[in-house]
């Protein structure tokens, strides 16, 4: 079984920068894909950053140019470094690991709250 532990969410100002973590444990295997998404109130979840094993990355347009997502493959941990925050990126922040050759696990963290104040 595969486990998620986030940190890294809190309160900033709008422009400001914040850097979650998400670390794996329990059988990750090397095939895999990690992101991070996120939910507001009101609204569905939405993908904001995926990073393969390869390093192959995909941001959502709202975030291109702002977040940058990486991946320490030694430490089965996944961050999401967030630059010029907005009021907009207000939500709960959830990391996804996937197994994408086997799929053996589909893990979600238990989420981590960032709100940024105008």
């Known amino acids: 079984q595969v486990q998620l532990v986030e940190s890294g969410g809190g309160l900033v100002q709008a422009g400001g920068s914040l850097r979650l973590s998400c670390a794996a444990s329990?059988?990750?295997?090397?095939?895999?894909?990690m992101g991070w998404y996120r939910q507001a109130p009101g609204k569905q979840r939405e993908l904001v950053a995926t990073?393969?094993?390869?390093?192959?990355?995909n941001y959502a347009d709202s975030v291109k140019g702002r977040f940058t997502i990486s991946r320490d493959n030694a430490k089965n941990t996944v961050y999401l470094r967030m630059n010029s925050l907005k009021p907009e990126d207000t939500a709960v922040y959830y990391c996804?690991?996937?197994?994408?050759?086997?799929?053996?696990?589909?893990?979600w963290g238990q989420g981590t709250q960032v709100t940024v104040s105008s």
């Open positions: 996804r690991f996937r197994d994408t050759y086997y799929h053996r696990y589909d893990a």
């Open positions: 329990g059988s990750i295997g090397s095939i895999n894909a």
């Open positions: 990073v393969t094993t390869g390093g192959s990355t």
